[in-house]
T-cell receptor, first 115, second 112 residues
Framework: EAGVTQFPSHSVIEKGQTVTLRCDPI?????LYWYRRVMGKEIKFLLH????????ESGMPNNRFLAERTGGTYSTLKVQPAELEDSGVYFC?????????????FGPGTRLLVL | GQNIDQPTEMTATEGAIVQINCTYQ??????LFWYQQHAGEAPTFLSY????GLEEKGRFSSFLSRSKGYSYLLLKELQMKDSASYLCAVRDREKGYQKVTFGTGTKLQVIP
């Protein structure tokens, strides 16, 4: 079974540009999460999809961040326009609704550097 | 919300035992996870506790005390490959749905 995949693995952009990150969850996982880790800090929750619906987006920093999950499969996270403080590692995780532990399985992350 | 505390760094010797502690404060506790994260890689699931007591899985064990808001991860027979960050994460039943909050992680260095 394929794990969670993310694309790209790395992205270097200039302040003011736009970047779109993609996450493909484990097949059959209805729950999809986005997290961000800024250097030296903890992994912080951004938002949670159940299928195509946003269950919780309380962690989204501001309206420069837009997440979508059309069709309830893969998800994209767009940052527009990017700022220096958006640099960090963006992780995606997925879990199976109703599974005993609903353990979240993580992707390898996208390392974003805004210059 | 939650407040999760764990040591920033630890060093232990190959072959030894190390215990990584985690304390938390939460209003709607619904499970505690331990993840291992090697540098530049994804966090990988190690263990899950929702009831008090010890869960053993090979060289790794995890303990939970809900009344004390305390957990530990125990690693036995340490190997060099165990050098990694260990993340404590707490699931909280908040507002009718569940959210997982992570600690900052404990960076474990295993030395020969």
């Amino acid at each position: 079974e394929a794990g969670v995949t993310q694309f790209p693995s790395h992205s270097v952009i200039e302040k003011g540009q736009t970047v779109t990150l993609r996450c493909d969850p484990i097949s059959g996982h209805d729950n999809l999460y986005w997290y961000r880790r800024v250097m030296g800090k903890e992994i912080k929750f951004l938002l949670h999809f159940v299928k195509e619906s946003k269950q919780d987006e309380s962690g989204m920093p501001n309206n420069r961040f837009l997440a979508e999950r059309t069709g309830g499969t893969y998800s994209t996270l767009k940052v527009q326009p990017a700022e220096l403080e958006d640099s960090g590692v963006y992780f995606c995780a997925s879990s199976q609704e109703g599974a005993p532990q609903e353990t979240q399985y993580f992707g390898p992350g996208t390392r974003l550097l805004v210059l | 919300g939650q407040n999760i505390d764990q040591p920033t760094e630890m060093t232990a010797t190959e072959g030894a035992i190390v215990q990584i502690n985690c304390t938390y404060q939460t209003s709607g506790f619904n499970g505690l996870f331990w993840y291992q994260q090697h540098a530049g890689e994804a966090p990988t699931f190690l263990s899950y506790n929702v009831l008090d007591g010890l869960e053993e899985k090979g060289r790794f064990s995890s303990f939970l005390s809900r009344s004390k808001g305390y957990s530990y991860l125990l690693l036995k027979e340490l190997q060099m490959k165990d050098s990694a960050s260990y993340l404590c994460a707490v699931r909280d039943r908040e507002k009718g749905y569940q959210k997982v909050t992570f600690g900052t992680g404990t960076k474990l260095q295993v030395i020969p």
